[in-house]
């Protein structure tokens, strides 16, 4: 088993930050032994956009979202969060 290396103490977030950016994790943590967790009161942060869209497209977005009873905003969400994730998977492959 390797032994593992002590965290240092950080004077705040950002010197922190700039350890982990040139350290691997696992010189000082041993992931086999994680648990996954459950954070039930998360709430992610959100920041509000405003975007232009041509009125086809946000025609048809607000048509499917209707079809689909949800509000055209949240499909949209939807549509980018897959779109993204996909493109992430993507450049994981490269």
Known sequence: MKKLKNIPDFKNDEEEAEFWDTHSTTDYIDWSKAEKTIFPNLKLSTESISMRLPAPLLAHIK???????????????VYLSEKVDEQLKLSLHR
């Open 63 to 77: 048509s499917q979202a209707n079809e689909k009873g949800v509000p055209y905003q949240s499909l949209m969400k």
